[in-house]
């Protein structure tokens, strides 16, 4: 049995296995987590979920949804955006919701050791990989999604695309475990992270949400002493003091799930203080079932969306207090640890080739 992730002084590990429950207790009997009862399901949000329940041991519940995954796989390795209990609400295809199950499907074989679950989910994680990869472009980024109607967006996204970069260095750590190295995969992450961490202007501009302001460390694309002054420039415009991390820039909304994966962020390039103080801030949003309330208006304290309580802030919440605390196998997993590594970040010349410096390999966790 694992132990369950705790942060003293801030969540026992009884109340983060509550929180794993109030997830649980949203799943469907087909495995399908949604955002809250009665609601729609996106595959994202739906492995955000999952992760945190295997990171609470609730083995069982994860790999429900991790088949009910496996199951709504479209033939091209696509996922639709959103799903209800019966049907499809929204059938735009987006990138980066596809590019999802490498990290949760590496997060799974790093909290279990299970080899024989990471191959099972192989030809899934490769059908995602290869349908996200036919969208990249010249710049190294990836178009965001193919609307309704199949047409392709033409502009590609920062967050997004840097979430599809951590997704795709857990897919080249998943294929050499299994013995199936793809160079192809690491010459497109090379392109990537070139254009996160070089081209701004590949991005289609959406400076005011915060994810656009931690993603790319969050993704491991911005490291070192380059993203801790990326931070401290963002980090009175999007951090409300005492509550936490606002959605947008424009207005005092926190938002519970933004604020635990900055936690995350910060985690990554080793900013303790500012992570356990982030996460300690936005209990306010945590209900007596173990369930956080998605956002929060300031100073009025006012839910928003009114009485949402999400399943995925509920698992974002989770991960923070593992990355934190470091007590799963897999709670290094925004870190970098077990990911490939060594990439080269020097400012390519004008219209030069972009390839690995290095032989694009795991880094030992």
């Not at 955002?35 to 955000?48: K, T, Y």
């Not at 005011?208 to 420039?233: C, N, Q, R, V």
């Amino acid at each position: 049995m694992r132990a369950i992730p705790e942060a003293p002084g801030i969540l026992s590990a009884a109340e983060v296995l509550a929180t794993a429950r109030s997830i649980a207790d949203v799943q469907r009997g087909d495995g399908m987590i949604p955002w809250f009862p009665g609601g729609h399901c996106d595959p994202w949000n739906h492995i955000e979920a999952a992760m945190a329940l295997t990171a609470c041991g609730m083995d069982d519940e994860a790999d429900a949804a991790y088949r009910w995954l496996a199951a709504t796989q479209l033939p091209d390795g696509s996922w639709f955006n959103y799903y209800l209990g019966a049907g499809v609400k929204d059938p735009r295809l987006d990138t980066n919701v596809c590019a999802y199950v490498a990290t949760g499907a590496w997060h799974r074989y790093m909290s279990t050791g299970e080899l024989a679950g990471l191959e099972a989910l192989w030809p899934t994680v490769e059908a995602a990989i290869e349908f996200v990869l036919r969208y990249q472009r010249i710049d190294g980024s990836v178009h965001w999604s193919l609307d309704p109607a199949g047409y392709l967006e033409g502009y590609a996204l920062l967050t997004g695309s840097s979430s599809i970069y951590h997704s795709l260095r857990c897919a080249i750590a998943i294929a050499e475990q299994l013995g199936r190295e793809r160079p192809d995969w690491e010459i497109a992450a090379v392109r990537l992270c070139q254009a996160l961490a070089h081209d701004p202007d590949a991005f289609a501009p959406k400076h005011e949400f915060a994810m656009d302001w931690y993603y790319p460390i969050l993704s491991g694309a911005l490291t070192g002493s380059k993203a801790a002054a990326h931070i401290d420039a963002g980090w009175q415009t999007f951090v409300l003091d005492g509550a936490g991390v606002r959605c947008v820039s424009t207005g005092d909304w926190v938002t519970a799930a933004e604020t635990a994966e900055c936690v995350l962020a910060l985690d990554a390039i080793g900013d303790s203080v500012r992570a356990e103080q982030l996460l300690r801030w936005v209990q306010q949003l945590r209900n007596d079932d173990g369930s956080y309330w998605t956002g929060m208006v300031f100073p009025d304290e006012a839910t928003y969306p009114p009485l949402e309580r999400s399943t995925y802030t509920a698992g974002a919440m989770i991960l923070a207090v593992d990355a934190v605390s470091r007590t799963t196998p897999a709670s290094g997993i925004f870190r970098g640890d077990g990911l490939p590594g060594h990439l080269d970040l020097t400012e390519p010349a004008p219209g030069a080739p972009v390839e690995p410096a290095f032989p694009f390999r795991a880094q030992p966790s």
